[in-house]
């Protein structure tokens, strides 16, 4: 499985923007995919996931409210629309994800997120 990352840039604190992730390769391995992000000097964290059907989803209690993550499954592709942005939330943004053994395994190069005043 390929993750191909994108619409990371520069917003300024309050905007919005709306992540892209396509997924390629043995796309029928997925069960869930999800958003993770790292802040400079800070360790990577979970940010939102979805399972393959949309079904369900779950998020990091910072951003719950704020972003929604989402699948279209006729363009394997999981975007998360992050609204109300925050100085907090600038960070690389990386998507990943997990086979059946729920273990995120495949992630994608990462695009950035950078939030002005």
């Known amino acids: 499985v390929q993750l191909q990352a994108s619409g990371g840039g520069l917003v300024q604190a309050g905007g919005s923007l709306r992540l892209s992730c396509a997924a390629s390769g043995r796309t029928f391995t997925i069960r869930n995919l999800g958003w993770f992000r790292q802040a400079p000097g800070k360790e990577r964290e979970f940010v939102a996931s979805i399972t393959g059907s949309g079904a369900s989803t779950r998020y990091n209690d910072s951003v719950n409210g704020r972003f929604t993550i989402s699948v279209d499954n006729a363009k394997n592709t999981v975007y998360l629309q992050m609204n109300s942005l925050k100085h907090e939330d600038a960070a690389v943004y990386y998507c990943?994800?997990?086979?059946?053994?729920?273990?995120?395994?495949?992630w994608g190069q990462g695009t950035q997120v950078t939030v002005s005043s």
């Open positions: 990943a994800a997990a086979d059946w053994s729920g273990n995120f395994r495949y």
